[in-house]
């Protein structure tokens, strides 16, 4: 199975050019692009992908949320499927790379694969999922979690956008006619690769050109309230109040603290923070503020769930204040295949390409799969760390080297 | 000048009826009143208070700005003025005490003694304040600070209420023409005695009727923008981190410590905290808070914000934090008239009335004149220390109570 991809090969088509090319459908004044579930713009970038997908000899196919699939068979009958891909959804003003340049890179790989070596032994799919951002619609992984056979129709039934639009409608004017679903569920997938660009910058800082991402870390998101009394700022002495603002600075400062202290690869963020009433003179009687935890560990998650929880109460009952905490999200951490991984470093070693490991701290589709097949998930740099952003950017080499990659990967897997 | 007041001249005459009366101009559904500055509500309750003014045989006029004044003129020619009142304008769904209760006690006392006594020696005014809460448009103390001779339409032109209705408009169609302005300046006031409700709830707890108020406290409002860098909540390792909330709480939590340790009249409030972009997911790059700090001594003012500021100077150049810190008020303490606080005693005491030495942690009217003549304020019990509300109350025992100490101070003060 071993392979020397020619040189040659990475030099006729150009990767630069398809990331404006598919920029182009949704691009936005600003230079971001726009690109939500099921908007015109997706209709028009996913019908696009196709004809590219078909002009490559791709068979084409879309399921009933949207998924879009070019399927390169494999001379071996029977034979699984190695499905390779990301997402075509963008956030609002979001960048080129982001989702985009998995499908780009997934598509590239094949099509040079089978321009140089024809048909590979197994089966290899490009997928370009409809959704993983939740940018439209306040739920995310659509497209995975529809293959996973976790989401169907139950759960988008009254869904609307934040212009009230509801998500059946939107989908049945995409094209995919609710009435008509059938599940998108597959049970042949025999592996799954994606890569990404990392949207942070311990690549960039370390000069490396790709991560291998061990885990994907699972996430935990909660609303805390903290109820005191509002009171007059003047008149009410220090050891009278029973202020929120002071006591939810007291739990943010240990938090951050503590996530500091306990693991390196421990994160914990209050974004979001909610003063009522929010006038200068007046005792705030309310906070409501956010928590986002995440590490790819579940023991490190609730230990620190753990401490942080006791502490806020403790104080909270020896100050009066009342505690509220609400989790909304809850999302397990997952390990990639270290076969998978094995065989990448092996590569970039072979290439003399730059790598490190890496616990990618954002989701993925990847991570859907992690729990269904043996996954890959590969990242390349983000100049500056950004994502989300039409400063999203990735130089070309770094972008080529990606692609590099991932076609030797898919070399090994299926030829 | 020892007196005795007669039992009966209390019973003549009913508190609680003329301040439902008061609130009538401006009562809101919720049973709160809104009268602010110059709006119809409040032309009706001035031009009503001055018919009773002259009912019972006060000499009255307004002012260039709207302050009203009935003067009971004393025998003794040449004599200074004695003045007693305070404010008409309230808050938005303000309470009925506010203010009102301090122009009606003046009144009533005023009233009470005339008939009692006949004519003082020195004359009195009892003064019904155009402004004093700010409420409408941005400034405080429209009324006595013209008195004060400090502002004129030099302060008010271009200013707009949020509505953007302009105020020198409001002014003339409230009858008071800026182009017939005249000076309201008074270099004839011998003394201020102000009456009013705590607006919080000491005297309450410790069962007094009557607060004599040695200071006012000084006040100084800052607005604190945080300056960090926002970034993905998932993949910005903790100790990389600009996070403009976690240094906000440091803060907060430090000056909250702080200002409990260094003093017990001393408070500090965040009342209100803005984070930008406010997103869970998000490192926030920015926070502004707002900080009021109150207390009766200016040095000790002046060593807690030293203290604060160079505590948040050093973390933030130890955390490349930004920090901008913009002062949008100061206040300077005022210590009222000792002479007249000991007349006040002396009163309370042989009434067996019971008082207690107090700070005034909010701002009054008789902070203005505490700076231009000798000023007595007193305060009746608020209770469970609720104002700036329609659920502000004090009970007409309390009322009653302080008009009799109002009116024994004005005796001794005038007669």
Same mark, same amino acid.
Do not use: L, M, Q
């Given at each position: 199975m071993a392979m020397q991809i020619k040189e040659s090969l990475y030099e006729k088509d150009d990767v630069a050019s398809m990331i404006e090319w598919l920029a182009s459908y949704g691009l936005t004044e600003k230079q971001g692009v726009t690109r939500l579930l099921y908007s015109k713009a997706w209709v028009q970038a996913q019908r696009a992908l196709k004809t590219e997908m078909e002009k490559v000899g791709l068979r084409t196919h879309f399921d009933s949320v949207g998924n879009l699939f070019g399927r390169l068979e494999g001379t071996n009958p029977g034979s699984k499927t190695i499905l390779t891909g990301s997402h075509i959804d963008t956030v609002v003003?979001? &960048?080129?790379?982001?989702?985009a340049f998995g499908v780009i890179a997934s598509f590239l790989a094949v099509q040079r694969l089978h321009q140089t070596y024809g048909p590979p032994q197994k089966t290899i799919e490009v997928v370009s999922f409809c959704e993983e951002e939740g940018s439209r619609f306040p739920l995310t992984f659509w497209g995975s979690r529809n293959i996973q056979g976790v989401y169907g129709l139950d759960q988008v039934k009254g869904l609307m956008d934040s212009? &009230?639009?509801p998500f059946l409608k939107a989908m049945k004017e995409a094209g995919f006619d609710p009435d008509t679903y059938?599940?998108?569920?597959?049970?042949?997938?025999?592996g799954f690769v994606e890569i990404h660009i990392e949207q942070g910058s311990i690549l960039e800082k370390n000069q490396k050109t790709i991560g291998v991402v061990s885990h994907i870390v699972g996430q935990r998101r909660y609303t805390i309230r903290v109820l005191g009394e509002s009171n007059h700022a003047g008149t009410t002495p220090m050891h009278d109040r029973r202020d929120a603002v002071s006591a939810a600075s007291e739990y943010i400062s240990f938090l951050t603290s503590k996530a500091k202290e306990m693991d390196p690869h421990l994160v914990a963020t209050v974004g979001k923070v909610d003063v009522f009433p929010n006038v200068p003179n007046v005792v705030a009687g309310e906070v409501a503020f956010s928590l986002d935890i995440r590490h790819h560990q579940e023991d490190v998650l609730n230990s620190f769930c753990r401490e942080i929880f006791s502490t806020f109460q403790s104080h909270a009952d020896g100050n009066e204040i009342q505690l509220e905490v609400a989790q909304w999200m809850d999302v397990v951490p997952v390990e990639l295949s270290t076969e998978m991984n094995s065989l990448v470093r092996e590569i970039t070693e072979n290439h003399k390409i730059p790598y490190q490991d890496i616990i990618s701290g954002a989701g993925h589709d990847a991570q859907v799969f992690g729990s269904i097949c043996p996954t890959c998930l590969l990242f390349v740099p983000s100049r500056d760390g950004i994502s989300h952003s039409p400063r999203e950017f990735t130089n070309i080499q770094d972008l080529e080297k990606g692609i590099d990659v991932l076609s030797d990967l898919l070399y090994k897997l299926a030829y």
């Open positions: 003003e979001g &960048g080129k790379y982001d989702g212009e &009230g639009y059938i599940t998108p569920v597959r049970d042949d997938i025999e």
